[in-house]
């Protein structure tokens, strides 16, 4: 528990990945109300994109309340999983707020049962994708299941609002997928919402599918266009 006016402050680093919270191979964690100020504005390298504010990896029963995650030389809330533990499994973040991270607001990689509950994640910007919550797994053996997000509200990320990048998926196996997006709102974002599955990654034969479903947007004052449905960007 984060007392109210209370936070942390990541003194300048060169290092191209770090996390200041990280919640790795653990269960049944409530974390409340935390603070958290990254190094980009005073980051001593060039190199890396990997600077995360929560990092949530292979982790169960996690749930998040009121987190404000400034300025990370990568994304503000990242939530993974790894080879050998699997998927993250049981994520609630509820009131999110994530602003002038370098890279993403929220990063979604891997994971099985996740609410995404009023987030709000705007001004995002340095490296690609810069978006406001990107979902975007790493491999072939990631899980984009059982997501929901309520309420999002992304603004002024030079990338999309939200983005689906499942792409590398492709690989191995089949995968089957679940997203219920629930009255997103974006201003002003390059795409208020970006969906990207290039079947031509397939190797041998393999499919994507299941389902991804957006009830009542509003994208208003995108710069390309409020939907965007292509390959992913190289």
Sequence with gaps: VFPKGSELRLAATDKGKYAILDIRNARNVELFDPVLVGDRDKHLGEG?????GINIVSSENVS???AKVTKCWGDGIYIAGSTDRGPSRNIKIVNAYCKQNR???ISVINVDGLELISPYSGYNEGIDPQCGIDIEPNKPSD????IRIVDARTEYNPGAGISIGINKLYGSGDQQISVDILKP???GSMEGFLISCSASRSKNGEKVGGTITVTDPVWKYNANTPLSVHKLRE
Excluded: H, L, S
């Design 103 to 105: 890279r993403n607001g």
């Design 143 to 146: 899980q984009i299941r059982n």
């Design 185 to 187: 709102v974006d201003y």
């Design 48 to 52: 890396g994109e990997w600077g995360m």
């Design 64 to 66: 998040v309340y009121n």
